[in-house]
Nanobody, 121 residues
Framework: QVQLVESGGGLVQPGGSLRLSCAASGSIFSINTMGWYRQAPGTQRELVAKTTSDGFETSLDFVKGRFIISGDNAKNTIYLQMNSLKPEDTAVYYC???????????????WGQGTQVTVSS
């Protein structure tokens, strides 16, 4: 019904940059929020940043000033520009969307397959 496809992960040196993309497709009526979570080995998945359809953005303190979330409502796509990357940013990054599916009732949560980001020299 709905798919979230991520791209842009990889290996980067400390201080470097990466840009993640996530495109939502399928039977989408409208999107409430889209965002990025991450999960490092042995830890819980945590919110990195999210944005709403009216442009309100939230990001966690540990990424403020380094990561920028943006979106293209017409393409149902969000981006995460990650700058000044640190080894502790190493994790699998997951795209998340809370959206209304065509023909169904309450909004539902969807997840992408995850993309690995490794920050290492």
């Amino acid at each position: 019904q709905v798919q979230l496809v991520e791209s842009g992960g990889g290996l980067v040196q400390p201080g470097g940059s990466l840009r993640l993309s996530c495109a939502a497709s399928g039977s989408i009526f409208s999107i409430n929020t889209m965002g990025w979570y991450r999960q490092a080995p042995g830890t819980q998945r945590e919110l990195v940043a999210k944005t709403t359809s009216d442009g309100f953005e939230t990001s966690l303190d540990f990424v403020k000033g380094r990561f920028i979330i943006s979106g293209d409502n017409a393409k149902n796509t969000i981006y995460l520009q990650m700058n000044s990357l640190k080894p502790e940013d190493t994790a699998v990054y997951y795209c998340h969307a809370n959206l209304f599916v065509l023909g169904y009732g309450p909004p539902e949560d969807y997840w992408g397959q995850g993309t690995q980001v490794t920050v290492s020299s």
